[in-house]
Structures are given as structure tokens and as C-alpha cells.
């Protein structure tokens, strides 16, 4: 299955290592240090036109990306849920 992430951006569920509330995560300064240098080597893509909510870390054969979204990672969970209970019934 695949997640939808904003702004006609989906990856599959299988990639996705990490979804993460933006605001509650960085507060670390460890988390502003981890993004900022991933937006330096081009590793951040922003899928977000309003106040970021979260960020979707995920890995493609080796190769890592960092989507930002203005959809909450609760929601984005729930849909990860909801794909994974559907699997299960069929």
C-alpha cells in the first residue's frame, strides 16, 4: 500500500522508517541539527504550502528521503493503520 502524503505526493508503506510530529520533535536541538543538515544535501523534500505538522522519513533501495507535511502525523498513522487492517481482511 502507499501513504499519501499532501500535495499529490505518495511513497509505498513498506519505505517509511519514521513519522514524526514536527513540532514536538524539534524542540530537540539534536532534531533541528538532523534536518538542517539533511535540507544542506538535498535529502528534505516539502510537500507542505502551510505550517509544516510533520515529517516522514523514509528509504527507497539505499537511498534516503525526508518529506515535510502540513498533514499531522497522527492522521498520517491512522491511514497507515487503516491500510495495514485492509491487507489483514482480504
Known sequence: MFLHLGNDYIVFNKDIIAVLDFETTTTSKITREFLKEAEEEGFIINVSEDIPKSFIITETKGRSKIYISNI?????????EGDKKGEENE
Open 72 to 80: 499531522a502525523s497522527s492522521t498520517l498513522l491512522k491511514r497507515i
